[in-house]
């Protein structure tokens, strides 16, 4: 039995929602794993700096983060990770050693760079791998120390001859997610049993665990609709937009949901969702096969998410916030495009994820095993 060690970060929810799901699928295996959250466990003020700077940066200049994105996709300076790792290679090893860890995982690419540090400083041949949160392959993911890439993307073979990635170690898995209700259930029934009212046309409106986004001038533009609708804001951990939204006076019927645990109940239950294009977000609204609403994603790692799920017809974008009204109004009453967007997610989702890592990783490590 392997001793595994999910390394993740609580830097937006995604990441360790991510680890969640994989850990709980690999115990069903047999399989013993812990997840540590890695910038708390080198020092809580390291991570503190990164959640802070992440925050600010895509809240108070959200462009300069998109244009430091891109700009790596040309030029390396991302290796600067690498360099910042070196400094916690002791710390990170003591980890290693106190886990007995002989399989690591990374969710998070900053915590990918570290790990990449730590195996080429020590020397260690403990195997690593790396499972990507978003829809869309960077090549900022790429270390020679991986051993394996999982990743949502289909276009595997071009990026591994663009980067010169062995095809071998890259596998189109999806993005590990938890368990989602049963999609042959109708979403009345399960706005049933959320005590929601069922027969409503109901719109789900989020910015991830954090709750980040224009919730109340989306609210304000969704007024403009002509029908009510049920909306339900799930606000994550944000309490002072929870206060927000429970004293906005709308004619719809809004509900506002703070961190669940039945997150994927509510994108169940509801038409659509109404997001910004977070990885693990737009991976369980595809395995819920519930359609997509894009308004502002993060510049860079979100923006390419949502052209991904444009090109495969699953989702809409709002580029302005005057849209969103319009485009509701088609994709909750127009049910040929409603249906359409459906069909789409029902083709690209990939509920199994963390089923099909779990095995991969399983087969790599027989065959690692064998060779020894």
């Known amino acids: 039995m392997s001793q595994i060690t999910i390394f993740s970060a609580s830097i937006g929810n995604g990441h360790n929602e991510a680890s969640k799901a994989l850990k709980e699928q690999l115990e069903l295996e047999g399989e013993s794993v812990q997840i540590i959250d890695t910038f708390q466990s080198i020092h809580p003020l390291l991570h503190k700096t990164f959640l802070e700077l992440y925050l600010k ?27 910042l790792g070196t400094f916690f290679c002791e710390k990170l090893n003591g980890i290693i050693k106190n886990q007995r860890t002989s399989v690591m995982i990374s969710t998070h690419p900053f915590v990918t760079a570290f790990l990449s540090k ?27 120390e991986i051993d394996g890439y999982f990743t949502a993307s289909p ?24 368990s989602i209700p049963d999609v042959s259930v ?17 719109v789900l409106i989020t910015g991830g665990g954090l709750g980040l986004g224009k919730y109340i001038e989306v609210l304000e533009k969704i007024e403009n609709l002509e029908d009510q609708v049920q909306v339900l804001c799930m606000t994550g951990t944000n309490k002072d937009l929870e206060q927000k939204i429970k004293n906005f006076t709308s004619k719809h019927r809004v509900h506002v949901i703070s961190y669940t645990d039945r997150f994927t109940d509510y994108l169940r239950a509801s038409d659509i969702i109404l997001s910004k294009a977070g990885g693990l977000t737009m991976a369980e609204a595809l395995a819920c096969e519930t359609p997509i609403l894009i308004y502002e994603p993060v510049p860079g790692h979100e923006e390419d998410n949502a052209k991904f799920l444009i090109d495969f017809g699953t989702a809409v974008k709002a580029e302005i916030i005057e849209d969103i009204p319009i485009l509701l109004e088609r994709m909750l009453y127009d049910e040929k495009h409603y249906n359409q967007l459906v069909n789409h997610a029902r083709k690209l989702k990939k509920p199994d994820a963390a089923k099909h890592i779990a095995y991969v990783i399983k087969k790599l490590e027989l065959a690692n095993q064998q060779i020894l």
């Not at 040309?74 to 290796?79: A, G, K, M, R």
């Not at 730590?118 to 020679?144: G, Q």
């Not at 990635?165 to 997610?177: N, W």
């Not at 109708?186 to 109901?202: A, F, G, Q, Y």
Request: glycine share 2%; hydrophobic share 35%.
């Open 118 to 144: 730590l195996k080429r400083r020590k020397n260690l041949s403990i195997p690593l791998y790396t499972v990507i949160t978003d829809l869309y392959l960077h090549p900022a993911y790429v270390r020679p």
């Open 155 to 178: 276009h595997i073979d071009q990026f591994a001859n663009d980067y010169n990635v062995p095809i071998s170690q890259l596998f189109c898995t999806g993005i590990p997610i938890k």
């Open 57 to 83: 940066m895509i809240e108070k200049t959200p462009r300069l983060w998109g244009r430091l994105y891109r700009y790596s996709e040309e030029y390396s300076w991302f290796l600067v990770m690498d360099q």
């Open 186 to 202: 109708p979403r009345w029934k399960i706005r049933n049993d959320l005590h929601l009212k069922p027969d409503e046309k109901t």
